[in-house]
């Protein structure tokens, strides 16, 4: 009879509608759950995505001490790892040292440029001395001065001195080639004048006979 009396009341609530309208909130009970459980997964999602306030966009070095002291650094963050700070303004940058620049160059004195020339005898000059007597004269010209004249005859040195007058005596006939040279004290040549001839005559003794 008790069964009886439970289709009765199911049959009497179904003819209501009260059946679906409880089925109905059952359905909605369980979709608001599943759209909790889905904002909540996103939740999470972004929690795991978004950056942490405060951190820099950049990549953070940590400093890791091993047991037996050995440092290491590293990006990827570990147990017991230091995250490092940085300045922003920090490089691998070397300041070079100052380097003072090289004098100026001194200019190159320039060489000194010596002359001389032969006053005396002119070129192709005739002398005529039976003691076969000549004087050889010779001068410089400008600046500056060199402190020996030397006389080569015949392609030979025959003498030296400071005045530039050369007397020379027993020189034989003929024509002889002649030139003074400028010199230091140490006997280097510093200047020369040209080459010239001159001709000695002298008078023969069968003449004179």
């Known amino acids: 009879m008790t069964r009886n009396i439970c289709l009765l009341s199911l049959l009497t609530l179904a003819s209501y509608g009260l059946l ?3 089925a109905t909130a059952l359905s909605q009970d369980n979709e608001q759950k599943s ?3 889905d ?14 306030a405060g951190t820099s966009s950049s990549t953070t070095i940590y400093k890791v001490v091993g047991k037996d002291g050995t440092i290491t650094y590293t990006d990827k963050p570990q147990k017991n790892a230091e995250p490092l ?16 620049p090289p004098p100026p160059l001194k200019p ?9 020339v032969i006053k005396s005898p002119a070129p192709e000059a005739t002398i005529r001395n039976n003691l076969g007597e000549i004087t050889i004269s010779a001068t410089q010209t400008g600046a500056p001065k060199a402190p020996i004249y030397r006389l080569i005859l015949d392609d030979a040195p025959i003498a030296s001195n400071n005045s530039g007058v050369f007397k020379l005596s027993g020189i034989h ?14 006997g280097k040549t510093l200047a020369s004048s040209p080459v010239q001839t001159l001709y000695l005559h002298q008078a023969s003794a069968l003449i004179n006979n």
Do not use: I, W
């Open 35 to 37: 759209t909790q459980q």
């Open 20 to 22: 679906p309208l409880k």
């Open 108 to 116: 190159d004195t320039p060489k000194p440029k010596y002359r001389v």
């Open 85 to 100: 700070a940085f300045d922003g303004k920090t490089q691998n940058v070397v300041t070079a040292a100052k380097v003072s």
């Open 39 to 52: 904002a909540q997964m996103n939740d999470e999602a972004e929690g795991v995505n978004a950056p942490v």
């Open 173 to 186: 006939r003929g024509a002889h080639t002649y030139k003074v040279e400028l010199t230091n004290n140490t």
